[in-house]
């Protein structure tokens, strides 16, 4: 069963070759590795090129000039020849037995979908911190962001096909937009409790940055176009969860009126809240959530 990892690369020469090493060091074999140069302005091609000459001569090395992790990933995708897709950022790193293990439940279960997997971030100050699931509702889940990330998954090339793989017009939520759209498909999803993935942060040079405003706002309109589906597609998942849901979307728009208090009623306005019960958790208090159903979110963001 042929793996492909795909490598979006942006200004990543002073990481790339300790991902790549990572990748190479694999317990699972065959695999397929796609990097995708995606304008990049330092020596990240050049390196490229000569770890292909000198250590790894089966890597594939892409270029692509529309700017965005989501059109590398795509290309990479679009020339991918595995049944299953590790999909990686080149500043990030994959423990040696990450693929193995998890193929190795894929082939005993008959498994299609995606697997959704912890990981942990490792901080430029060298401190650590490990993502945790949500494993009792892959809906909440992923709205919670709690359904594993964009590396720390292992992704089914037939579904990613089926939903047309990355959504290339949006900058933020990436991953959360598009295991939204797996879920609507009818995708399965598989829970793996283990971290296989260190995610390592750097100060600049990512493919996609944006201010925190944007962010925010990018990861409230995904969620409620997310709401609006699964309240027509998938009621009942809808309904255990719409209180969960009402609670963490309020969390969110607090912490984007902070940053752009105009831009959080905008989107308060979009949703409904007259059947949300006032519900602690995401970060929101008992007292909090009391206050903010009494008094109502544009005061409450008024007085803070």
Same mark, same amino acid.
């Given at each position: ?80 020849? #595995?049944?299953?897709?590790? %999909? ?6 994959? /423990?040696?037995?990450? *693929? $193995?293990? !998890? ?82 498909? #009818?995708?399965?999803?598989? %829970? ?6 260190? /995610?390592?942060?750097? *100060? $600049?040079? !990512? ?95 008024? /007085?803070?």
């Amino acid at each position: 069963m042929l793996v492909s990892v795909i490598i979006p690369c942006y200004n990543v020469a002073s990481f790339i070759g300790e991902c790549l090493k990572s990748v190479y060091e694999q317990t699972y074999h065959p695999l397929e590795v796609i990097c995708v140069n995606n304008n990049s302005t330092d020596e990240t091609l050049y390196y490229l090129q000569t770890l292909r000459e000198t250590l790894y001569p089966d890597l594939l090395i892409l270029e692509e000039s529309k700017k965005g992790a989501n059109a590398a990933r795509n290309c990479g995708l679009q020339k991918a020849t #595995g049944e299953w897709i590790q %999909f990686l950022d080149a500043d990030d790193l994959l /423990l040696p037995t990450k *693929i $193995s293990l !998890q193929l190795t439940t894929i082939k005993k279960t008959g498994f299609s979908g995606f697997v959704a997997a912890k990981a942990t971030r490792l901080k430029v100050n060298g401190e650590k911190y490990t993502y945790e699931l949500q494993e009792a509702d892959p809906y909440l889940a992923a709205f919670i962001g709690k359904a594993g990330t964009t590396c720390s998954n292992l992704w089914s090339k037939e579904w990613l096909n089926k939903v047309s793989g990355w959504n290339e017009s949006i900058q933020s939520s990436q991953e959360t937009d598009l295991m939204f759209r797996l879920l609507l498909a #009818g995708c399965p999803v598989m %829970f793996d409790t283990n971290s296989y993935t260190i /995610l390592r942060d750097r *100060i $600049s040079g !990512q493919i996609s940055q944006s201010d925190p405003s944007r962010r925010w706002s990018q990861l409230i309109l995904t969620r409620l176009h997310f709401l609006k589906n699964i309240r027509e597609h998938y009621p009942a998942a809808y309904e255990r969860n719409q209180q969960l849901f009402c609670t963490f979307l309020m969390s969110s728009l607090l912490t984007l009126a902070t940053y752009n208090r105009p831009k959080a009623l905008e989107l308060y306005r979009l949703m409904n809240f007259t059947s949300w019960k006032p519900t602690e958790g995401y970060g929101i208090s008992r007292g909090k959530a009391v206050l903010l159903k009494v008094i109502g979110f544009p005061l409450f963001t008024r /007085l803070r």
